[in-house]
Nanobody, 116 residues
Framework: QVQLVESGGGLVQAGGSLRLSCAASGSTFRGKTMGWYRQAPGKWRELVAVISTDGSTNYADSVKDRFTISRDNAQNTMYLQMNSLKPEDTAVYYC??????????WGQGTQVTVSS
């Protein structure tokens, strides 16, 4: 059964920090490259951070040097530490496999709002 539960979002001032968490079912997480996606109002969903099973990471240019993705393979959990937040980071954040599975299942996401 696919399970993706995102948490940790909230309202923060520009320059602040938040830490997002993603709890996934084993079948969704184990042995898979995972990523954090975000979707701002009126925009397409975009992939902002990726972590492979060996821990190697990649980031979109827009979040590089500010966001850090990590995973705990024993707990089927993934995190996104977001520092130096900007108003343009405002979006609903989702976790999922990279690429997304054929069932195209998405969790409810977690809202991040950055005020200027």
């Amino acid at each position: 059964q696919v399970q993706l539960v995102e948490s940790g979002g909230g309202l923060v001032q520009a320059g602040g920090s938040l830490r997002l968490s993603c709890a996934a079912s084993g079948s969704t997480f184990r042995g898979k490259t995972m990523g954090w996606y975000r979707q701002a109002p009126g925009k397409w969903r975009e992939l902002v951070a990726v972590i492979s099973t060996d821990g190697s990471t990649n980031y979109a240019d827009s979040v590089k040097d500010r966001f850090t993705i990590s995973r705990d393979n024993a707990q089927n959990t993934m995190y996104l530490q977001m520092n130096s937040l900007k108003p343009e980071d405002t979006a609903v954040y989702y976790c999922n496999a990279v690429p997304v599975g054929v069932e195209n299942y998405w969790g409810q996401g977690t809202q991040v709002t950055v005020s200027s």
